[in-house]
């Protein structure tokens, strides 16, 4: 895309950390700007924010993991603005952590149903729009974990590397088909947000808890580790700018360069994979 100013926006997971980054930069550019989120109360605060920037903006409460809400989604957002031209699939929780072979099918299924199958949903729900009047682009958010599997959180990692597949997948089908919709896979570090937080204020052995002692070593690892992290804010804006770049691959940094070269080494020479964490910023005990 060679301009965002005056096309529409819409941002799932937008009531806190990255999801209202981007919203807040793509309002500052002049774009109206759709966020959602399933909690009504943050998104409200969320959508008053910006609009006090002057954005022309609106909220839709969206439970992502429902296939229905997400076509309402995309409903609303044609009857506030008429179309859609950027679409972040952004929304996400930790979810449960802990042994794999512990973490109960809940566990499973209630974090797949946000961060995996809410992204599924949000492509089918939104691509055909970008697709019919060729001009758009789709951000998926998926992680690190989408390319390092660390160990204690399987059902992240599984989601995240799903979200990075489905790019790809989505990126070369609209290069096959001639198309002009532009894809990026969103794949942040350590970022300053709520997501961890978000797991600790769970009760103690629920979904999307840490179930175990090793889940409780990881969270504790992990919130050390988001406190370090990048501004939301940065990430905001390297969104934008690589939307207007038709930027695939978009890593928020470089602390896991080494870690994910060294695991590419290992399936190239076919030996056994070992777990390294980033080059800064996180220490495991």
């Not at 009857?79 to 109960?104: E, Y």
Request: with cysteine; glycine share 12%; net charge negative.
């Amino acid at each position: 895309m060679d301009k965002l100013e005056g096309k529409t926006a819409v941002v799932t997971g937008a009531a806190s950390g990255m999801g209202l980054a981007m919203a807040r930069r793509f309002g500052n550019a002049g774009m109206k700007v759709v966020l959602s989120d399933i909690d009504e109360a943050k998104l409200e605060v969320a959508v008053n924010s910006i609009r006090e920037s002057g954005a022309d903006v609106t909220g839709v409460i969206t439970d992502v993991s429902d296939e229905g809400q997400n076509h309402a989604l995309f409903d609303a957002a044609i009857d506030a603005f008429g179309s859609v031209n950027v679409v972040c699939l952004n929304a996400g929780v930790q979810g449960s952590i802990g042994r794999s072979w512990s973490l109960s099918k809940d566990d499973y299924e209630w974090t797949l149903g946000i961060l995996l199958n809410g992204v599924i949903h949000g492509v089918r729900a939104f691509v055909p729009h970008l697709i019919e009047h060729d001009d758009g682009h789709v951000v998926l958010t998926a992680s690190i974990a989408g390319h390092i599997s660390s160990p204690f959180g399987a059902p992240y990692n599984i989601a995240k590397h799903g979200v990075a597949t489905l790019a790809e997948t989505l990126f070369h089908e609209l290069k096959t088909e001639g198309s002009n919709v532009g894809v990026t896979c969103l794949c942040p570090g350590f970022v300053n947000t709520n997501i961890v937080n978000a797991t600790v204020a769970r009760a103690a052995g629920s979904v999307g808890s840490a179930i175990d002692d090793r889940g409780d070593q990881m969270l504790e690892l992990t919130q050390r580790a988001l406190r370090g992290g990048l501004d939301p804010e940065i990430v905001g804006g390297q969104v934008h700018d690589a939307i207007l770049d038709e930027q695939f691959w978009l890593f928020t940094d470089q602390d896991w360069d080494d870690a994910i070269s060294a695991r590419a080494q290992q399936i190239v020479e076919r030996n056994q994979p070992k777990f390294r964490g980033p080059s800064q910023g996180w220490k495991q005990t």
